[in-house]
T-cell receptor, first 113, second 118 residues
Framework: AQSVTQLDSQVPVFEEAPVELRCNYS??????LFWYVQYPNQGLQLLLK??????LVKGINGFEAEFNKSQTSFHLRKPSVHISDTAEYFC???????????FGTGTRLLVSP | GAVVSQHPSWVICKSGTSVKIECRSL??????MFWYRQFPKQSLMLMAT?????????EQGVEKDKFLINHASLTLSTLTVTSAHPEDSSFYIC??????????????FGPGTRLTVT
């Protein structure tokens, strides 16, 4: 079975500052890792994913994440955030060979001017 | 890219009535679909796996007689909330996996349906 931990329920940050949203996972098998963003009253939008290869993954809207197998982490980063980045961010894991996605509890990113 | 739609996007119903939510994969076939429930400011919780041509698989703690799932075709799954109560009010999201190269399945999410039971 897989599980995901997002330790930060809320991250306040000022506009144009860098941000890191933390994600740790556990799994008994190899995994695929994902970050999704959800704006109020909307569905999920895929930001980026790690399937294999380079551990640094670049996604949409200037976000990137780094897969660290030894630390079982997949932290999301952005060097300079905008007000429009205010949203809920979910880290998710899927075991290779499985179809179920397991979500973390989410981190609310609050960007203020 | 692949598109998954849900209908309706929002619905208000009276306590005791039933409501049906549709999930469609618009440009690909999906033998499996997933139904999630999301309470305000919380994460997505998998409710059940919908299987075309067979019974749905429910997660532990989900009442199968209350949340009826029917996967009628390779592009349509429905979730019926029977005898709805205010505590069933939630945001329901479906997803459908689409097979890509190398045996990997990409999950495509619907836009969600907000159910309010009065």
């Amino acid at each position: 079975a897989q599980s995901v931990t997002q330790l930060d329920s809320q991250v306040p940050v000022f506009e144009e500052a860098p941000v890191e949203l933390r994600c740790n996972y556990s799994s008994s098998v190899s995994v695929y890792l994902f970050w999704y963003v959800q704006y109020p009253n909307q569905g999920l939008q895929l930001l980026l994913k790690y399937l294999s290869g380079s551990t640094l993954v670049k996604g949409i809207n200037g976000f990137e994440a780094e897969f660290n197998k030894s630390q079982t982490s997949f932290h999301l980063r952005k060097p300079s955030v905008h007000i429009s980045d205010t949203a809920e961010y979910f880290c998710a894991v899927k075991g290779k060979g499985f179809q179920k996605l397991v979500f973390g509890t989410g981190t609310r990113l609050l960007v203020s001017p | 890219g692949a598109v998954v739609s849900q209908h309706p996007s929002w619905v208000i119903c009276k306590s005791g009535t039933s409501v049906k939510i549709e999930c469609r994969s618009l440009d690909f076939q999906a033998t499996t679909m997933f139904w999630y429930r999301q309470f305000p400011k919380q994460s997505l919780m998998l409710m059940a796996t919908s299987n075309e041509g067979s019974k749905a698989t429910y997660e532990q703690g989900v009442e199968k007689d209350k949340f009826l799932i029917n996967h009628a075709s390779l592009t349509l799954s429905t979730l019926t909330v029977t005898s709805a109560h205010p505590e069933d009010s939630s945001f329901y999201i479906c997803s459908a996996p689409r097979g890509l190269a190398g045996g990997y399945y990409e999950q495509y999410f619907g836009p969600g349906t907000r159910l309010t039971v009065t």
